[in-house]
């Protein structure tokens, strides 16, 4: 089956710094990448997400690249901001097979102010 | 709107007890999601449930039942649970499976005494 891993596990920022966080899926028909945000004590939100079709995407300060043939995809955030503080997950999934998300292992972010 | 709403917010329950959770979407999405995420790890996949119909049990012990009555509800039981299965208990939906966005509530903080 699929698998996702994340890197880093955490990470520090000063605000207004970049934060980039890099996932590597396994199965190559996997064809859309969701990122979700989740603050202490809520459910998953999705942030931004990206299909295979597409090599980059960008929503105001976040943006995500994908390399299908490298078989990896990655989350930017710029000016980061002490909102951003969370765990951010990344996933894959495809429209065939098993079609639900498969999760990356998540990444504690902490923006310092 | 995209509210996936689930009660209760908090449950305690004794081993020998029978509960329900219960999840609820108004987006008309035709895929509905169980997930279970323990403390400081990504969302597991337990149940997936399709146009009303079960399509993925992802080996999920007898001691847990799901239940889609309508394709805006769905629900799950549970009995004799152990102390393990202690978790946050997140529900989602999604138009289909697969390359679709998928929505997550607040999720059920469950706990098993």
């Known amino acids: 089956g699929e698998n996702v891993e994340q890197h880093p596990s955490t990470l520090s920022v000063q605000e207004g710094d970049s934060a980039v966080i890099k996932c590597t899926y396994s199965?190559?028909?996997?064809?859309?990448f969701p990122w979700y945000k989740q603050e202490l004590g809520k459910g998953p939100q999705l942030i931004i997400d990206i299909r295979s079709n597409v090599g980059e995407k960008k929503d105001q300060r976040i943006a995500v690249t994908l390399n299908k043939t490298a078989k990896h995809f990655s989350l930017h955030i710029t000016e980061t901001q002490p909102e951003d503080s969370a765990v951010y997950f990344c996933a894959a999934s495809m429209d065939t097979g098993r079609r639900a998300l498969t999760f990356g292992s998540g990444t504690r972010l902490q923006v310092q102010p | 709107d995209t509210e996936v709403t689930q009660t209760p917010k908090h449950l305690v329950m004794g081993m020998t007890n029978k509960k329900s959770l219960k999840c609820e979407q108004h987006?008309?999405?035709?895929?509905m999601y169980w997930y279970k995420q323990k403390a400081k790890k990504p969302p597991e996949l337990m149940f997936v449930y399709s146009y009303e119909k079960l399509s993925i049990n992802e080996s999920v012990p007898s001691r847990f039942s799901p239940e889609c009555p309508n394709s805006s509800l769905l629900n799950l039981h549970l009995h004799a649970l152990q102390p393990e299965d202690s978790a946050l208990y997140l529900c989602?939906?999604?138009?289909?499976?697969?390359?679709?966005?998928?929505?997550f509530g607040q999720g059920t903080r469950l706990t098993v005494v």
């Open positions: 199965d190559s028909a996997s064809n859309y």
């Open positions: 987006m008309g999405h035709r895929a």
């Open positions: 989602a939906s999604s138009w289909t499976g697969g390359e679709a966005e998928a929505f």
